[in-house]
């Protein structure tokens, strides 16, 4: 149990464009979902903190209106990277919380979308 | 953000031998969770935590939440080829975000 899927895993672009990566819940339903980024050979960074029906939460530093989140359902939640350049690639990694945020189940992730901008 | 300090940050080690890296943390956490990532994919749950002093066990590996609720260690036992990758700690407690570890990159020898 606990499979999250994550897609595309792997997307090169022009800059200017636009880039949606979507989370998938497959097993399970998770009201709260998180995106994290992740530089080489460093740990994982939040970027924020998806509900379902509600607004994103943002960590300090990330720009909303660059990163656009929805949490659509309970089983799906999708960054958005409006207007990429090459600072923007990265290796972006969503997980999932079974049970909400007040659960004391482990976060389960998805397997990551490596985002090259040209 | 915050992150635990996990040590070794690297181990170079021979096939059979067995591993041990430790997190610690100055604030108390109610989760201790273990993570491995292999190269271009997302952490993998290993072993997940909730009782200060819990010893638990997942086949060759042995995870331990500090008495304090300050530190975790990871053990591996008779380590194999596909032990390589990078594992990370990471503290948990209710209603908040994870706080995740540095990362202990294991590399075997041949």
């Known amino acids: 149990g606990a499979v999250v899927s994550q897609h595309p895993s792997w997307v090169i672009c022009k800059s200017g464009t636009s880039v949606k990566i979507e989370c998938r819940s497959l097993d399970f339903q998770a009201t709260t979902m998180f995106w994290y980024r992740q530089f080489p050979k460093q740990s994982l960074m939040l970027m924020a903190t998806?509900?379902?029906?509600?607004?994103?939460?943002?960590e300090q530093g990330v720009e909303k209106d660059k990163f656009l989140i929805n949490h659509a359902s309970l089983t799906l939640s999708t960054l958005t990277v409006t207007s990429a350049h090459p600072e923007d690639s990265s290796f972006y990694i969503c997980?999932?919380?079974?049970?909400?945020?007040?659960?004391?189940?482990?976060?389960?992730f998805g397997d990551g979308t490596r985002l090259s901008i040209l | 953000g915050q992150q635990l300090n996990q040590s070794p940050q690297s181990m170079f080690i021979q096939e059979g031998e067995d591993v041990s890296m430790n997190c610690t943390s100055s604030?108390?956490?109610?989760?201790w969770l273990w993570y491995k990532q292999d190269p271009g994919e997302g952490p993998v749950l290993l072993i997940a935590l909730y009782k200060a002093g819990e010893l638990t066990s997942n086949g060759r590996l042995t995870a331990q939440f500090g008495i304090t609720r300050k530190d975790s260690f990871l053990n591996i036992s008779a380590s194999i080829p596909s032990d390589v990758g990078i594992y990370f700690c990471a503290g948990g407690r209710r209603n908040e975000k994870l706080t995740f570890g540095t990362g202990t990159r294991l590399t075997i020898i041949p």
């Open positions: 997980s999932a919380l079974r049970g909400g945020p007040s659960s004391n189940q482990p976060q389960h």
């Open positions: 604030s108390i956490f109610n989760t």
């Open positions: 998806s509900n379902e029906g509600s607004k994103a939460t943002y």
